[in-house]
């Protein structure tokens, strides 16, 4: 049996680690334990999940909660390495690019335990970004790198990552997206708010440089101020944004506009129904830039940069200067072209990403002895 030990801790985890556990669980081959590190543990960012994508009750919770970069990290790591120990795994797996990612990567290579690493390579070349950090550090100390899209392989070979440790295998997160559109066409929650397909706009932000510098959210509510005299603006509010809007006299302006509409954090599958209906996506999220590629639904993001160029170049994306005029400008040529975007799947986006991982790790480890 392989051992491995799985970690999750931050809602984008969840979408990336329910397709493993399932492809992991359908072979005898693995021993898993599914480690949930706390990062976020409201129900909606968390417990939610766990019953939709019939993912497995993680067998160790280690309750860190929220708190500085550092004491995060460092508690994360704390309680993790005790796990580790007891259960001596071969492989310690962690997905995408939170704390908990490098945290639990870093007490793995520290006990000499091979790190894979899902979701490698994606680079958006800056550093003020919190998340570009763990990337960068999680993939320098990771034994095997699984890899969404091209620019993933390039980055790593640039960085002199050997060639033997990389994998091009697809997207788990698509795993999961492909695995669940039926049972989310089955949602009610456009009846229940009264929501018809392309007559509304779904809007996610909780990147620090948007939401935690109020003088680049004033820019985005500015705009949002003028879309929604058009469009109405479906907002299920992350807590990070909720905390700081309603420490700023913006909550007042958010609350005046009667066409946003502010929710709590929705469960997935409704709120795949959401956006696969919606006329248009704005977001600084990282995951749903890949969503709403495969739903062929336009997707502004509020951001300098991105990590996932390949919903660029093949997707329907693009990115937007956190300048009100320039969201504005964006809005209005989406608007002209009907909110249409050609787009194409990207390479291996196919809901197979997870077999093909769980595949690789078995031939891995059958050469390694
Ligand atoms: C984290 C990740 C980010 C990811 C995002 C997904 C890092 C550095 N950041 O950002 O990459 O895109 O998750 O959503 O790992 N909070 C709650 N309830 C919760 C969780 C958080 O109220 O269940 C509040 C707390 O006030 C907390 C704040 O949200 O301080 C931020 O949480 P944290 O996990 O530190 O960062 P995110 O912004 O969620
Ligand atoms: N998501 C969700 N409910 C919401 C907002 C997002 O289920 O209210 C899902 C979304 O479909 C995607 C994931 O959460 O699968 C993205 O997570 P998030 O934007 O928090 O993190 P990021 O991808 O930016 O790291």
Redesign the pocket.
Known sequence: MIKIICVCG???NF?KIAPLMKAFNQSDKFQILLVHTGQHYDAKMSHL?FEELNIPKPDINLEVGSSSHAVQTAEIMKRFEPVVLDFNPDYVLVV???NSTIACGLVAVKLGIKLIHVEAGLRSFDKAMP?EINRVLTDCISDLLFVTEQSGIDNLKKEGVAEDKIHFVGNV?ID?LLGNREKAEKSDILVKMDLKPKNYAVI?L?RPSNVDDIGNLEKIISAFEVIEKDIKLIF?I?PRTKKNIEKTDLKARVEAMKNLVLLE????LD??KL?ANAAFVM??????QE?TTILQVPCMTLRENTERPVTITDGTNRLVHIETEDILKNYNELKKSGFTVAGRVPKFWDGKAAMRIAEIIVDKYLLAG
């Not at 954090?265 to 997935?268: E, S």
């Not at 977001?283 to 749903?288: A, K, M, R």
């Open positions: 931050a809602r984008p979408m999940f995408g690019d939170v998340e997160m999961t996610t909780h299920p992350h954090p929705v469960g997935y709120f795949l956006t977001t600084d999220s990282g995951g749903i969503e």
